[in-house]
C-alpha cells in the first residue's frame, strides 16, 4: 500500500495518512497527508492552534492514533509504543530541552546509543560521533544539569543523532537562539540532511525554515493548505490568509 | 570499654540495617514508590530459606540460593502484577497496594509457620567470633556488615558504570524522555524491582541468621530500613549505608544507657535528622548522580 503511494523511486523516510485526531468533541487533526523523503528538510509552519504539537504527538507515539496511519521506512508504526518508534528510525528533540540532568553530557547521549542491544564498542562510537556532529566534545564531561540552554539544546539533538535516526523531528529548536547560534543550527541540519536524514522541522519561527527548509508545510485548521518550496508557500494567498486573516478561499 | 563496645555492635548491626534499606532506597529512588511490603518481603524469604533448610531439609546454601532467585521473580511479579498497575497513578495508591501486601504477607506466614519465633541454623558460624582490642567481634555480623558493604558498592557500580544502569538513572530522571531515546521504562522498572526484592530476601534471610524472626517482624524491619534511608538521604546509596550505621549506633550505644531504650534512641535519632537535615545526612551523593 504504501510503495503505491510512495511513487516510483523509494519508500518515503516518513509517510503520514489521513491522520485525524480530536480531543474530546473538538477536532485538531482533520486528515493530514505527509511524505518526507530520505535527505529532504521539510519545515512545518502553521498559526497557533493549527495542530503542530498534535501532529508531533501523533509521529512521536506520544498521543495514541485516533484514524490514519504513520509509516516509518516501510513499517507502519500507527499501533507502535513511542518507546519502540526509535528502533524504527524515529528520533526528536523537545521545545524545551529534557536532558538527564544528574548525568553528564556523554552519559546523556550513551543512554540512546547504547539502547536495544548495541554492543558497547559501537555505542561509544555513535555517541562520541554525535557529540563532534554537534560540536559538544569539550563538554562531554560536563553534568548536563548545568548547561545553558544553547547546549542543552545542542545536547538535544546530539542524543538524538546518537541514536542514528533516518528521521529527525525537530520541535521549536531554534527558540531562544541568537542569530549566529541559528546561522550554525541551519548549517548543521544541512549537513545531516546531505547525509540521507529524513527531517521534518515544527517551528514557529518561519524565517529560519524558509532558509533550512527544502520544503515546507503549512498546516491550518488541522489540514495541509500548501507544500512546496519555502518561497512559493510563504506567497500562496491561502497561506497567507491563515496567517493573517483578511478574504480568501 | 563498653561504649566503645556499643559502637562496633552498633555499626555491625547497622549492616543489616543497610540490606534491608538498600532495596527501599532503590525502589523508591527509580519508581518513586515507597514499598510498604519491603519489609514483610524479607521475612518471607527468612521464613522460606527456615522451611526449605529445616523443614525440608535442603543444604542451607542451596536453600538461601533457591530463596533468593525465588525472590528475584517475587520482585519481578510484584511489579508485572502490581506496581506497573498503579504507577502514573497518584503516589498514595501504590503504598496503599503494598501497605496491603504487606498484611497479607505477614498473616499468610502466621497462618502456615505460626506464630513462633524462629532462627536460620548456621550452626558454629552463628556463634563464633574473635576478640580483638577486648572487643568481641561475631563472624555473622561481619559478614553481614561486609555483605551490605559490597551489595552496596555493586549496585553503585552497576548504576554508575553499565549501560542497564545509565537506563535506571535516565528512567529514575525522566521516564518519558528515556523512553523517547529507546529505553523500555516499563522494563527497566520491573528489573530494578527484581533487585530491590532480591535485596529484600537477602536482608531478611541474614536478619533471620542473626536473630529470631517472627512472621509478623516485617513493619519493624521496615520502619528502620526507612529510618536508615531518611537519615542518609532519600535516594542516596552511600548516605543510606551511612544512616544504617547511625541507626545501629544509636541503638546499640542507647542500649548501654538503659537496657530498655535502644529502639527509641534510634527514633530519636531520626528525629533529630529529620529536624535538623531534613534531606539527610549525605543528601549529595543522588541514586541519580
Known sequence: MTASLAGPDVAPALSVRGVRHAYGAVPVLQGVDLDVRSGEVVGVVGPNGAGKTTLVDVLTGAVTLQEGRVVLGGDDVSRVRGAVRTRHGLARTHQVPRPFTGMTVFENVLVGATAGGVDRATGYDRAARALVATRMTALANRPAGALGLLDRKRLELARALALQPRVLLLDEVAGGLTDAETDDLVDLVGTLSGQGLAVVWIEHLVHVLVRAATRLVCLAEGTVIADGPPDEVIASPRVQQAYYGGPGS | ?289
Open chain 2, 1 to 289: 570499654m563498653r561504649l566503645l563496645d556499643a559502637v562496633v555492635q552498633g555499626c555491625l548491626l547497622g549492616g543489616q540495617y543497610a540490606l534491608f534499606a538498600a532495596g527501599l532506597s532503590l525502589v523508591f529512588g527509580v519508581l518513586k514508590v515507597v514499598n510498604l511490603a519491603h519489609g514483610d518481603l524479607g521475612i518471607l524469604a527468612a521464613f522460606a530459606a527456615i522451611g526449605l533448610a529445616a523443614g525440608a531439609g535442603l543444604p542451607l546454601a542451596l536453600a538461601v540460593g533457591v530463596v533468593l532467585v525465588g525472590m528475584l521473580a517475587v520482585g519481578a511479579a510484584l511489579h508485572a502484577g502490581l506496581l506497573a498497575r498503579t504507577t502514573g497513578a497518584l503516589p498514595q495508591i501504590s503504598m496503599i497496594a503494598t501497605f496491603g501486601l504487606s498484611v497479607v504477607i505477614g498473616n499468610t506466614l502466621q497462618e502456615v509457620f505460626s506464630a513462633d519465633p524462629r532462627a536460620l541454623d548456621l550452626g558454629s558460624f552463628g556463634t563464633a567470633g574473635v576478640t580483638v582490642g577486648g572487643i568481641s567481634v561475631g563472624l555473622l555480623p561481619a559478614a553481614v556488615l561486609a555483605v551490605a558493604v559490597a551489595a552496596l558498592t555493586g549496585l553503585h557500580l552497576v548504576l554508575t558504570r553499565t549501560a542497564f544502569g545509565r537506563r535506571v538513572r535516565a528512567t529514575a530522571d525522566d521516564p518519558a524522555t528515556a523512553a523517547l531515546v529507546g529505553v523500555d521504562a516499563r522494563r527497566t522498572y520491573l528489573v530494578v524491582t527484581a533487585l530491590a526484592v532480591g535485596l529484600a530476601g537477602l536482608a531478611g534471610i541474614a536478619y533471620a541468621a542473626s536473630s529470631l524472626v517472627t512472621p509478623l517482624a516485617g513493619p519493624s524491619r521496615l520502619i528502620f530500613a526507612f529510618e536508615a534511608v531518611v537519615i542518609g538521604g532519600l535516594g542516596s546509596l552511600w548516605g543510606t549505608l551511612v544512616g544504617a550505621v547511625v541507626l545501629g549506633v544509636a541503638q546499640s550505644v542507647g542500649s548501654v544507657v538503659d537496657p530498655s531504650s535502644g529502639v527509641l534512641a534510634g527514633h530519636l535519632v531520626f528525629l533529630a535528622v529529620l529536624a535538623t537535615r531534613p534531606a539527610g545526612l549525605l543528601a549529595r551523593t543522588r541514586v541519580r548522580a
